[in-house]
């Protein structure tokens, strides 16, 4: 069942414990009171309102009370809601020609009855009665004026000369309830009240018409025979049936089908509203949007129906954790959108962001399953970062983008972020059309062995030659490809290019190996092995010439199908690396659990190496762990001669970097390789030659030593920003 929908703030419980609502509240009770008062003191009860004409007014007034337990749910256009039921039919024909106390004492008894049966909130309950009886009297006195009519007794028959009279009486009626109630939102909400009360005329003009419209109708009938006025059953029948469809599609059209929460289209509307009173007043509002993380594993894991039930509960906690003044809706997938319309400044937007995320902190429990329900946040705020609604959603959605570059973040909208996401989107569209055709190429960059210069295999590197924007470098279209699921078909192709030209080199005489980088949704594809394993046959490339490089949050985004795949490709022949060593958050364990065949430097300990004492220490520890586990070690961003001999007086493997080569396409690094096995890569010899001020590098020496058996302390791995996002194919 969908929620019942909000409804408007003059009646509505939460409304009352405004304080501005609470005098508006008060004053129309004390005006409402007092005159109930004094119609009563100037006109008593009397046994003639059940004598003669007395007996069809009692008939009405029975027949209002029943009206009134049957509401018709009218919801406006910004999803808040309105009770509209037939009683105002029998209300309007009682002031036409009944006594205005009988009028207002069966109103009285309907109101008070409906409200006990609904066990509403006193405060709302004395509201509602209070508008009634205001609106009544308002109705009997415009009659009374335009008809010549008694303020305060009936008895005449309604006759066609009544007509205009009626027709003011029934505007009055109208405008009178619905004015009471925009004036109340008005005050609570601080909006213009005209704007309100022609808002609402709008959602109900034609049902209010029909109802008010067979007012002098039954008024006819009362007066000819009482029995004659169940014939209005029928048309008032139709009336709630109508209402009721009208209102049902209405709420399909504004809410969201599965959570209950409003949709895009609603939560639209009630930002332009936002935005306006923003714009007008002060204050600020703001839009938070949220996407969750690792949904769609969930999906593709555990099935659609175990999505849908996350997405129900994670909409509940939103919906009942967050303050009632905020509107929670779902856009679509698992994208949830806040819209804060009242507060001070952005503090209170990177609070309340703040508040959502904690609602997620805790694990889901679906189906005996606990699951994690955490997101990103972006956040933008009318008017800091944008006046208009279509910008201020823009850049929700520009600084969430910026959060989900490292998941679970808070971003508020950035102008920087602008252009990039400008260009991003339009890299997106071109990533489409060209994946799978000539414009992504191989580039390779060589391994040497640091004892000899001896060139043992190369990475194989991904270039994107777009025809417009020229060479694009992966660090800018590969989270793209990841973010929309292009980056498996991108890495299949990739992948199947560099066997083929590694088979290439090595008909050519040239036995290099092979390093090629996985994407974690890779990983988490258990065909990923055979799929590995047909490629390897059909390019007759010996599997132990090709080494999977993984990075240490590749594994972290599914380890339990990423340690299986690891294990059947191993099974197969593959080598290992892990990639990055130092830059994740649980080097030890994988080495532990994986026992890999060799680990790599990350560039971010390697470039500073002779400068930063610290990371001199990491990279010796991490050469004396890796060999103590029987690895060998790679250094990768080795840009000078330098840093190549201090690599090689701390016992380092293999180097990668431009002091070497840049990477290159396959038939250049098919002539370097040539070059290479007769005299030499460039700088070989100045590199490998005797080592002046060999040993210079800090932490290498005595002084620094925390060797594996120094007991010095060793400072733990630091993540660094420029490491690349999880799943590259590579730099």
Same mark, same amino acid.
């Given at each position: ?51 003669? #004409? ?47 106390? !009988? ?65 003011? +009486? ?62 209005? +059953?029928? #048309? ?8 009721? %469809? ?152 520009? *600084? ?49 062995? @640091? ?34 699921? !292009? ?8 992948? /199947? @290019?560099?066997?083929?030209? !590694?088979?290439? !080199?090595? *008909? ?36 132990? %010439? ?10 972290? *985004? ?8 690891? /294990? ?27 026992? #890999? ?43 000078? %001669? ?20 840049? #990477? ?23 590199? @490998? ?43």
């Amino acid at each position: 069942m969908p929620p019942t929908p909000t409804e408007r703030v003059g009646t509505s419980p939460d409304a009352t414990r405004s304080l501005p609502v609470r005098g508006y509240l008060l004053t129309i009770l004390t005006f409402a009171l007092t005159l109930l008062g004094a119609v009563l003191i100037a006109q008593p009860l009397s046994p003639r309102w059940f004598d003669g #004409p007395g007996l069809a007014w009692a008939f009405l007034a029975a027949l209002l009370v029943l009206g009134e337990l049957q509401p018709l749910v009218v919801l406006h256009r910004d999803g808040t809601s309105e009770p509209l039921t037939v009683s105002s039919t029998f209300a309007l024909s009682l002031v036409i020609i009944a006594p205005l106390g !009988l009028v207002l004492l069966a109103q009285t008894l309907a109101v008070t009855l409906n409200d006990l049966w609904r066990r509403r909130d006193p405060a709302r309950a004395a509201a509602t009665l209070s508008r009634h009886i205001l609106t009544l009297v308002a109705t009997r006195t415009v009659y009374a004026l335009a008809s010549g009519r008694p303020l305060l007794d009936g008895g005449d028959p309604f006759t066609s000369h009544d007509l205009f009279p009626g027709a003011l +009486a029934a505007a009055t009626f109208l405008l009178t309830g619905n004015g009471l109630i925009a004036l109340g939102t008005a005050v609570d909400r601080r909006l213009d009240p005209v704007r309100l009360l022609l808002a609402d005329l709008r959602a109900q003009a034609l049902t209010s018409a029909i109802l008010l419209g067979l007012a002098p109708v039954a008024a006819v009938l009362a007066g000819f025979s009482p029995l004659m006025l169940p014939l209005l +059953a029928l #048309p008032l029948a139709g009336v709630q049936r109508n209402a009721r %469809t009208a209102a049902r599609r209405q709420h399909d059209a504004l809410y969201d089908g599965l959570t209950g929460l409003p949709n895009r289209t609603l939560f639209r509307l009630r930002t332009e509203q936002a935005v306006a009173d923003t714009r007008d007043g002060p204050g600020r509002s703001a839009v938070l949007l949220l996407d969750l993380d690792h949904f769609k594993e969930v999906n593709d894991t555990l099935g659609h129906q175990v999505g849908d039930e996350l997405l129900r509960r994670v909409a509940e906690r939103l919906a009942d954790g967050l303050p009632g003044t905020v509107t929670t809706a779902r856009l679509g997938g698992d994208e949830f959108a806040v819209l804060a319309p009242r507060i001070r400044d952005t503090e209170d937007a990177r609070t309340l962001a703040e508040q959502m995320s904690r609602l997620l902190h805790d694990p889901v429990l679906v189906d005996g399953l606990r699951l994690g329900a955490s997101g990103s946040i972006g956040v933008a705020v009318c008017p800091d970062h944008a006046r208009c609604v279509d910008t201020l959603l823009q850049r929700a959605d520009i *600084a969430l983008y910026d959060a989900k570059d490292n998941r679970g973040e808070i971003r508020s909208y950035r102008p920087e972020s602008d252009q990039h996401t400008v260009q991003r989107l339009c890299l997106l569209g071109d990533l489409h059309a060209s994946v799978g055709t000539d414009q992504f190429e191989m580039h390779y960059q060589p391994q040497v062995r @640091t004892r000899d210069g001896a060139v043992t295999s190369v990475e194989a590197l991904i270039r994107w030659r777009h025809p417009v924007h020229g060479t694009i470098r992966p660090d800018a279209f590969i989270p793209l490809a990841e973010s929309t699921g !292009l980056i498996a078909p991108l890495t299949r192709t990739t992948v /199947r @290019t560099s066997l083929r030209e !590694l088979a290439a !080199l090595h *008909a050519a005489g040239h036995r290099v190996g092979l390093s090629v980088n996985i994407s974690a949704r890779l990983l988490s594809d258990l065909d990923l092995p055979r799929w590995f394993a047909r490629a390897l046959h059909t390019t007759a490339v010996p599997p132990e %010439t090709v080494t999977i490089e993984v990075t240490e949050s590749t594994l972290s *985004a599914d380890p339990r199908r990423a340690m299986q795949v690891l /294990r059947e490709l191993r099974e197969i022949g593959l080598r290992l690396s892990i990639d990055d060593f130092g830059t994740g958050y649980s080097s030890l364990s994988y080495l532990q659990k994986l026992q #890999p065949d060799e680990v790599k430097v990350d560039r971010s300990f390697v470039t500073t190496l002779r400068s930063d004492e610290n990371n001199a220490v990491i990279v010796r520890s991490t050469i004396e762990l890796g060999h103590g586990l029987g690895m060998s070690v790679v250094a990768e961003g080795v840009e000078d %001669t330098a840093t190549y001999r201090a690599l090689g007086d701390l016992g380092c493997d293999l180097i990668q970097g431009y002091v070497v080569a840049r #990477p290159m396409p396959a038939d250049t690094l098919g002539t370097w390789l040539t070059g290479a096995g007769t005299s030499g890569w460039p700088g070989q010899a100045e590199a @490998t030659g005797p080592a002046a001020g060999a040993g210079s590098a800090p932490g290498a020496g005595p002084k620094a030593g925390a060797g594996a058996g120094s007991g010095a302390e060793v400072p733990g791995p630091r993540q660094h920003p420029t490491v690349p996002a999880p799943g590259r194919v590579g730099t």
